[in-house]
């Protein structure tokens, strides 16, 4: 079983299932995987990107910005594994150590909060929301150029010779 879980909604139910996990270790059996895979990005970053594309709010980090826990160190801390992954380039490194493990594992990867988690087919109405947002928004530059960056490597995927093989 993978649990794919933002740090939010992990702070809410996750940290608590963890222990659930823990009370029942011993009924566990075979080498099944059981992983909690938390996007760490100390932002409720679901809400906050809804709340720019459908209402056009900017982002309010009152409300938005979360603590920033050590997912993997209190799973350690209850005698689970955890691995913490920050660098893109390790990805492919941490999953193999978290479906390998033989026991719980919380494979917590730090994440860009700024990365837009939006569909490529992003209604009109919403874009336009979206852009009103951003004109307010306390994260405005990094958006802008991160969004950039990111459409400029997926035209450049496409450019002969240099899409993926």
């Given at each position: 079983?993978?649990?794919?879980?933002?740090?939010?909604?992990?702070?809410m139910n996750?940290?608590?299932?963890?222990?659930?996990?823990?009370?029942y270790l011993?009924?566990?059996s075979?080498?099944?995987?059981?992983?909690?895979?938390?996007?760490?990005?100390?932002?409720?970053?679901?809400?906050?990107?809804?709340?720019?594309?459908?209402?056009?709010?900017?982002?309010?980090?009152?409300?938005?910005?979360?603590?920033?826990?050590?997912?993997?160190?209190?799973?350690e801390?209850l005698?689970?594994k955890?691995?913490?992954?920050?660098?893109?380039?390790k990805?492919?490194?941490?999953?193999?150590?978290?479906?390998?493990?033989?026991?719980?594992?919380?494979?917590?990867?730090?994440?860009?909060?700024?990365i837009?988690?939006i569909?490529?087919?992003?209604m009109?109405?919403?874009?336009?929301?979206?852009?009103?947002?951003?004109?307010h928004d306390?994260?405005?530059?990094?958006?802008?150029?991160?969004?950039v960056?990111?459409?400029l490597?997926e035209?450049?995927e496409?450019?002969?010779?240099?899409?993926?093989?």
């Open positions: 079983v993978i649990a794919f879980v933002g740090d939010g909604a992990f702070q996750g940290m608590n299932e963890m222990i659930t996990v823990k009370r011993d009924r566990l075979g080498p099944a995987p059981l992983i909690f895979c938390v996007f760490n990005n100390q932002d409720l970053n679901q809400v906050t990107w809804e709340q720019r594309a459908m209402a056009g709010d900017p982002k309010y980090p009152g409300s938005q910005d979360i603590p920033d826990v050590p997912y993997a160190a209190y799973a801390l005698g689970l955890g691995i913490v992954c920050a660098d893109p380039k990805v492919g490194d941490a999953w193999d150590e978290a479906l390998s493990a033989g026991r719980p594992v919380v494979l917590e990867f730090k994440v860009d909060a700024e837009a988690p569909p490529p087919h992003i009109k109405e919403q874009g336009k929301k979206a852009v009103k947002a951003a004109l306390p994260e405005a530059t990094g958006i802008a150029t991160k969004g960056r990111q459409k490597t035209y450049a496409h450019l002969p010779g240099r899409g993926k093989k």
